[in-house]
């Protein structure tokens, strides 16, 4: 399979793709069972691992022998929401304008998936020495939830893999580290009362603000202790309070006040150990709160924790990766999160590499370049004979 070839392939698929709202809060089943029919038509078997509700899927499968050695490309099927953005076209409509392809997802991150099944005919003709392993998954875009069921799987069901490539959007240039990120979401309930009467209640907006306070200072602490020679941009764990909530009516004592805020770690720092202070303080409030009402209280709960992805020195993964994008440049590492760090942690050597720009992803006319579209489809075709 030429280029040209390959890229025409991807880019109807990249139209299927792009057509279904696979935005996080919805399901993605529609685009499962796109994929799921498409590896049927060349006689791939694939597996579904459904979340508890079986309302979303991730889906994996293998082209060609069952041996060690293969390569595993990963994407995220879910997208972020269009709400409120400005849209010069429909998201869910695949667009050409100039040398753009616009729609929600193009980059972030169908047009690698759409690249990766336009790889299945050829694979599927038998010609493989090593097979090539899809896995999609679902809930990326909120804490990158789906993956781990299907990366437990990957580990006790594929043949030892050679590399995983995780397509997130880089410009085709081999990314070999991200920070971690944790979330939380920290809900105060207060006592309603009067607003002229404080002494008959508590509001859990004070108490709340109080309790951000000390994420703030405790980000401005993170701040003092970067590292010069980091390859994370900022060289030092961040923590921001992304969500807010509370209170019904300016006279009354807010009754509830509920906050969400993320901490962003490099390898080596510990998340747990950085926040252990905070949720000791929280403990504290709680129990202070319920000797004055015991309807009252502080409440914690971890929403997500994706791992940090470190680089592995000349790692499997970013040696084949680099000599397929011909990449020879400097070392980096992602501003974001994304599921590399999951795929290390489970022992897979590890790469991000995939076609269009971040700074495109999560807004109002997302976009990829055509050039980039079209050095992700040559990457493949290098791919494919790396594997025939």
């Known amino acids: 399979m030429d280029t040209s070839s390959l890229r025409a392939s991807a880019l109807g698929h990249l139209d299927a ?123 990326e875009e909120v804490g990158c939830l789906g993956a781990p069921s299907m990366i437990r799987e990957l580990v006790t069901e594929l043949p030892s893999p050679l590399a995983v490539i995780v397509g997130e959007p880089t410009n085709m240039e081999v990314v070999s580290g991200h920070k971690g990120i944790s979330t939380w979401r920290v809900t105060v309930t207060g006592h309603e009362a009067h607003s002229s009467l404080t002494h008959l209640g508590v509001s859990a907006n004070m108490v709340a603000v109080g309790l951000m306070a000390r994420l703030r200072d405790l980000a401005a602490v993170l701040a003092e202790h970067g590292e010069a020679a980091s390859l994370y941009h900022p060289p030092h764990a961040t923590l921001t309070i992304g969500l807010i909530q509370g209170g019904t009516a300016v006279n009354i004592l807010a009754r509830e006040c509920s906050f969400v805020f993320d901490l962003r770690t490099p390898p080596g720092q510990d998340p747990d150990a950085i926040i252990s202070p905070f949720l000791a303080a929280c403990a504290e409030e709680d129990a202070a709160l319920k000797r004055q009402f015991p309807d009252a209280g502080v409440h914690v709960q971890r929403r997500s924790a994706t791992p940090s992805f470190a680089p592995e020195i000349d790692g499997a993964a970013e040696l084949l990766a680099r000599r397929l994008a011909g990449d020879n440049g400097p070392a980096r590492a992602a501003a974001y999160a994304a599921e590399a760090g999951q795929f290390q942690g489970a022992g897979f050597s590890t790469i991000i590499c995939g076609p269009g720009s971040i700074e495109q992803a999560h807004q109002a006319d997302e976009y990829m370049e055509i050039a980039q579209f079209e050095r992700g489809a040559a990457f493949m075709v290098r791919l494919l004979d790396a594997l025939t």
């Open 17 to 139: 793709l792009i057509g279904f709202d696979t935005t996080s809060r919805d399901s993605n089943l529609a685009l499962i069972g796109y994929v799921e029919a498409f590896l049927a038509e060349h006689e791939v078997a694939s597996r579904r691992v459904t979340n508890a509700e079986g309302s979303k899927a991730n889906l994996y499968a293998t082209v060609g022998p069952a041996v060690a050695g293969g390569v595993v490309l990963s994407g995220h099927t879910d997208v972020v929401p269009v709400d409120g953005q400005a849209w010069s076209s429909d998201p869910f409509t695949l667009t050409q304008r100039g040398e753009r392809l616009y729609g929600r997802g193009t980059c972030d991150m169908k047009g690698f998936l759409a690249l990766a099944l336009a790889m299945v005919p050829a694979c599927a003709k038998g010609q493989l020495a090593r097979p090539l392993h899809l896995a999609f998954s679902y809930d």
